[in-house]
């Protein structure tokens, strides 16, 4: 891995990370020293990416985030497309869900941020011996997508529109998912 592939790998696991990641750690995921984990944070700052130091450990500051919950339904081969959908127009895909009449709301975290996100993820579908989540109820499932405005998470909606990704709530579903959480 060269210096820019592992400092957006820096930033990944940051942003993935809901509390600070020692410089130790980063190092050891990593597989570099801790002064070289120093020097990409250095740089990464040059970059204006807002990296905090704490006593604990490094964070991003994190802008105001809004989320939106679309229910949608694809092929397996349209995966890619919409997860495209969404992180070209400035949003990224939290996790996946559905909403199983007999199960309930089963989830899986994504934090996908970026076509790299997307290709690795789709990597992993392929080399295992697992199926996509939606395809336990027919195709539908459900994105938590996360952006920086709601004028953006308005964009991905309406791309998703267009695209025949963006499926109707049926009135056995909940509206809010999380509150039986």
């Not at 990641?21 to 740089?43: F, P, T």
């Not at 939106?68 to 495209?84: A, G, M, P, S």
């Not at 529109?161 to 998912?177: I, R, S």
């Amino acid at each position: 891995m060269n210096g820019e592939e592992r400092r957006e790998k820096i930033i990944h696991i940051l942003r993935s990370s809901p509390m600070a990641v020692s410089g130790v750690k980063l190092s050891k995921e990593l597989q570099v020293s801790r002064q070289v984990i120093v020097q990409d944070i250095a740089l990464l700052r040059a970059k204006d990416f807002p990296i905090l130091s704490t006593n604990r450990g490094y964070v991003l500051e994190r802008q105001k985030e809004y989320t939106r919950v679309f229910k949608v339904i694809h092929t397996d081969q349209e995966v890619e497309t919409e997860l495209n959908t969404v992180v070209d127009l400035g949003g990224w895909v939290k996790d996946v869900f559905v909403y199983h009449k007999s199960y309930g709301v089963v989830k899986a975290e994504l934090n996908i941020h970026s076509r790299r996100d997307i290709a690795g993820y789709l990597r992993d579908i392929k080399s295992g011996k697992s199926t996509l989540l939606k395809n336990v109820t027919s195709g539908y499932h459900y994105h938590t997508v996360v952006a920086g405005d709601e004028h953006t998470l308005d964009l991905i909606q309406e791309a998703l529109v267009e695209k025949g990704f963006l499926a109707k709530l049926q009135e056995y579903e909940p509206v809010n998912f999380w509150d039986e959480e």
